[in-house]
């Protein structure tokens, strides 16, 4: 199986760059806590559209502000070809 790349969610840095607490976007957005935490901690497994849709709202950001796309390592994408 060849490596395709990651998706980085960068919720914890726009979080930071907003002063703005777990709990407070909480509030905010109607996501719990602990989804917040996977979230911000790049451990969830499929990417809901309706809460990147909120995320974005709350920061006034496009989608590219909060997803990026991390190319694979050379030696992945060499096997590949």
């Known amino acids: 199986m060849y490596e395709f790349g990651d ?3 960068r919720l914890q840095e726009l ?3 907003h ?3 777990k709990s407070k976007l909480s509030q905010q957005t109607g996501m719990q ?3 917040i935490k996977k979230y911000c901690n790049n451990t969830i497994t499929r990417l809901d559209i309706d ?3 909120r995320l974005c709202h709350v920061f ?3 989608i590219e502000d909060l997803l990026v796309y991390v190319p694979p390592q050379d030696e992945y ?3 590949a070809e």
């Open 7 to 9: 998706i980085k969610i």
């Open 15 to 17: 979080l930071e760059e």
């Open 19 to 21: 002063e703005l607490s």
């Open 33 to 35: 806590r602990l989804q």
């Open 51 to 53: 809460v990147l849709a």
């Open 60 to 62: 006034n950001c496009n």
């Open 77 to 79: 994408k060499q096997k």
